[in-house]
Every structure is written in structure tokens, then in C-alpha cells.
């Protein structure tokens, strides 16, 4: 099955520790997008890549990093510089210009 | 900076009537997407428009786009219960070549039988 999956569902971390979140795509897209989602907001942009090695900066990088050294592959680390990290993140994928974005699962992270 | 209005941001309606979701943008795109969103899950894509005058129909849900405008409208029709969602709509940006999405804050729809 082709697909994005995201893992951990939940995740649960104390505050000041880095955390890292999957995001890998079987789909042989190009793009790939981080978002985060808060309760009863729309999705705000973290990070892109367009192609391997490569990665733009969202509206909120701050307090984040991702790496893209696979294709399939796009990980996004929350470091203890994110000041408020619970959240909904939302991993997706593009095939190219004028295509949707392909969302995965979601990992709901909860930082006390 | 594009901005990406919806409205309304809430919306409660009967089974059976019909209604008009509105998303204006800020700054040119020919390309909008509605997506739908259940509680706790993820976007699903529903509609893809790409050019002035698009229009789609899926079932009770109809889509379309007017690019001078710079609107969008989702329309339901007859509405039932499982149509109870969040809604969606993104627009298309270039900034500096790449490409990216920025979405409306969405669109709570709760139908009541």
C-alpha cells in the first residue's frame, strides 16, 4: 500500500527534552511539508523540502529542525527551544505543482 | 503576505438544507484545494481547482472557484449528518520559486438531524 505514515501516534515528553517525529512516504513524491495544528485552528506551515537535501523554512521554524537525506524520508525534531510543542503535527507530501497535498496520520505530542 | 479568510468559522445546520462555505485569499493563485477534516484525524483531500471558473461536484458537496474574485465557495446541499467535519480551504504561493500551501483557519460544520 502506498502511503505517509507518521509514527509515534502519541507521543508524551517532559519539558526541555528534544524530540523527534517520522514522517516516511512510499509514494515517490518530490515535496514534503510539516505542519502543526492547534485545537480549533487551521495548519500552520513548520518546514518544506522540495528536493532531497534541501529544506525551506514555514511561518513558525523556530524551535524546530528537520532533515531530508532520503527522499522518503523527512523527520522533524522539536528541540526545548519550542516554547509551547503540544500539538497535533501534521506530516504531507506533493507529487508536484497543481497536485494536492497528500497528508499522513499525525502524531499528537503532549509536553509537560 | 497571503491571507486565507473562511467563513463562516462556525456553522450549525439542519438536515436536509442547503449552505455556502466562502474562502477568500489576498494575492494571486489560480490554485485552490478543500480538504475535510474529522475530529482527531487527518485532512483528506476533497476538491482540487485550478483554473478560473473551476468547478466540482461530489455528491452533496460542490466546489468552485473564481480566480478575479479571488474566491472560493463550497456548497452543500441537502445536508445530512455525515457531513458534520471541518472544512478547509488552502491556496497555493510561490515564494521564491518553491511552492507551499497556506490554509483558512477552517470551517466547523456540525448538521443537526
Known amino acids: 500500500d502506498g502511503g505517509i505514515t507518521q509514527s509515534p501516534k502519541y507521543l508524551f515528553r517532559k519539558e526541555g527534552q528534544n524530540v523527534t517525529l517520522s514522517c516516511e512516504q512510499n509514494?515517490?513524491?518530490?515535496?514534503m511539508y510539516w505542519y502543526r495544528q492547534d485545537p480549533g485552528q487551521g495548519l500552520r506551515l513548520i518546514y518544506y523540502?522540495?528536493?532531497?537535501?534541501?529544506?525551506q523554512k514555514g511561518d513558525i521554524a523556530e524551535g524546530y529542525s528537520v532533515s531530508r537525506e532520503k527522499k522518503e524520508s523527512f523527520p522533524l525534531t522539536v528541540t526545548s527551544a519550542q516554547k509551547n510543542p503540544t500539538a497535533f503535527y501534521l506530516c504531507?507530501?506533493?507529487?508536484?505543482?497543481?497536485?494536492?497535498?497528500?497528508f499522513g496520520p499525525g502524531t499528537r505530542l503532549t509536553v509537560t | 503576505e497571503l491571507k486565507v479568510e473562511q467563513n463562516p468559522l462556525f456553522l450549525s445546520m439542519q438536515e436536509g438544507k442547503n449552505y455556502t462555505i466562502y474562502c477568500n485569499y489576498s494575492?494571486?493563485?489560480?490554485?485552490l484545494y478543500w480538504y475535510r477534516q474529522d475530529p482527531g484525524k487527518s485532512l483528506e483531500s476533497l476538491f482540487v481547482?485550478?483554473?478560473?471558473?473551476a468547478v466540482k461536484q461530489e455528491g452533496r458537496l460542490m466546489a468552485s472557484l473564481d480566480t478575479k474574485a479571488r474566491l472560493s465557495t463550497l456548497h452543500i446541499t441537502a445536508a445530512v449528518h455525515d457531513l458534520s467535519a471541518t472544512y478547509f480551504c488552502a491556496v497555493d504561493i510561490y515564494p521564491g520559486g518553491s511552492e507551499k500551501l497556506v490554509f483558512g483557519k477552517g470551517t466547523k460544520l456540525t448538521v443537526n438531524p
Open positions: 481547482l485550478l483554473s478560473n471558473g
Open positions: 509514494l515517490n513524491h518530490d515535496a
Open positions: 523540502s522540495q528536493i532531497v537535501n534541501d529544506f
Open positions: 494575492t494571486t493563485s489560480d490554485r
Open positions: 504531507a507530501s506533493r507529487p508536484g505543482q497543481g497536485y494536492e497535498q497528500y
